[in-house]
């Protein structure tokens, strides 16, 4: 598929460009010379048409601007907003688009080609027929985002956030980089739905498994070994879709760090754990799960199911666990400092030189009595949580 040009979008495209009547008609020259005059904040305003080939305009903010078929080609866009802004046909070939946000709108027979996208966001945004050859998506992240007819050839996907984009099965993947693309299965197990009529959107890209081996599938019985969560953006509010409900039996999570701390180069002795940010995993099924060599520092689990999964040699450090069970798991050196566990069972669990140094334990944990706990807090079931932490 050749790059997107006027000629290949729809054919009654040209008939929307001026349909917003009420907005203001702005020119290329006029933008760059308000722009040089210190304005930063561009609201309803025509721009459709104009050629901004190469501006140097970081930091702009368009809300509800019409920017049909205008002309970005090597523009520096870079930390720019586009809010509900017309964008059919527009051009940002070989653009910096890096930290840039596109909120609410669909777009169409836009050319992303060769464009840095890197740490962009999209958010409750429609693409179709979009063109992301060659781009560099790595990084981003999204939020109720969906891609239709869109063409991705050797685009650059790494460590992308796509928990929530559903891809219509006529999308086109060709020598893309996937390595730590995070995608998930739907609750129910499947890769698919059809919120629309005849319309099969699905969560994974519609291509062959070994084309998706770097990626991260969060799905039962998926190998995430060695997988590293926290060079991903925007997990925490994510959790509706991405997070919550989330299927990861007989998975192998093995060495993998699923925290929000990138530990590559970090002491855990000196590591300040306030300045973490938590990651919040509630309904979690890890049953069965390979967690050994794990890294679970500062995270939340709330009313999961943990029964017999593999925890050697597993740090859980600073994380709430609550209402979850661990019973049949095998602890063996496994780490819960610092952590705080309520209302959880460890019933029938294997343990060897388990660590729970500064961990506290509400109320009954069914740990047998020959586990050392004299450096744990033993408290009542219902005594509250001392630390800010996990307030």
């Known amino acids: 598929m050749a790059k997107i040009e006027p000629a290949m979008r729809s ?3 040209r008939t929307k460009v001026n349909r917003a009547m009420s907005y203001e008609k702005l020119t290329a020259e006029e933008l760059q010379e308000q722009y040089d005059r210190g ?7 025509d721009l459709s048409g104009e050629n901004c080939q190469d501006f140097h305009i970081p930091g702009i903010r368009f809300d509800r601007v019409n920017l049909e078929d205008a002309n970005f080609r090597g523009a520096n866009l870079e930390k720019c907003e ?44 429609t693409f179709s027929h979009a063109n992301f050859f060659r781009a560099n998506l790595s990084y981003c992240k999204t939020s109720e985002t969906w891609f239709d007819n869109c063409y991705f ?3 650059e996907l790494k460590y992308a956030n796509f928990l929530d984009v559903y891809f219509l099965g006529n999308c086109i993947f060709l020598n893309v980089d996937f390595e730590g693309c995070l995608f998930r299965y739907a609750a129910n197990g499947s890769n698919y739905c ?16 070994e084309h998706l081996e770097k990626a991260y599938i969060l799905k039962p019985h998926s190998n995430l070994s060695c997988a590293n969560f926290s060079q991903i953006p925007n997990l925490d509010s994510l959790i509706a879709s991405g997070l919550n409900d989330l299927d990861l039996n007989h998975a192998d ?43 679970l520092i500062k995270l939340r689990i709330h009313r999961g199911n943990l029964q017999q999964a593999q925890l050697d040699f597993c740090q859980i450090i600073a994380t709430s666990i609550k209402d979850t069970d661990f019973s049949g798991s095998s602890l063996r ?13 460890f019933r029938d669990c294997q343990f060897e030189h388990t660590d729970f140094t500064n961990t506290y334990i509400y109320g009954d944990a069914q740990i047998p009595p020959e586990v050392d706990l004299s450096q744990a807090h033993l408290l009542p079931a219902d005594a509250p949580y001392p630390d800010p932490l996990f307030g």
């Open 11 to 13: 054919p009654n495209h």
């Open 39 to 45: 304005v930063r904040i561009f609201d309803s305003k």
């Open 82 to 125: 586009f809010y509900s802004c017309e964008l059919n046909g527009t051009i940002f070939d070989g653009a910096n688009l890096k930290h840039s946000d596109f909120y609410r709108k669909k777009i169409e027979y836009t050319d992303f080609s060769n464009a840095d996208l890197r740490y962009s966001a999209f958010g409750k945004t």
């Open 153 to 155: 050839s050797r685009s």
């Open 194 to 209: 059809t919120p629309f009529k005849d319309e099969v959107y699905y969560f994974v890209p519609n291509i062959p498994e």
């Open 253 to 295: 999570l093995s060495h993998a760090n699923l925290s929000r701390v990138n530990l590559s180069h970090v002491d855990l002795d000196k590591f300040n754990l306030a300045k973490a940010l938590p990651m919040y995993f509630p309904n979690l099924n890890l049953s069965y799960a390979n967690l050994k060599h794990s890294i």
């Open 333 to 345: 050196y496994a780490s819960f400092k610092n952590s705080h566990l309520r209302n959880v069972s």
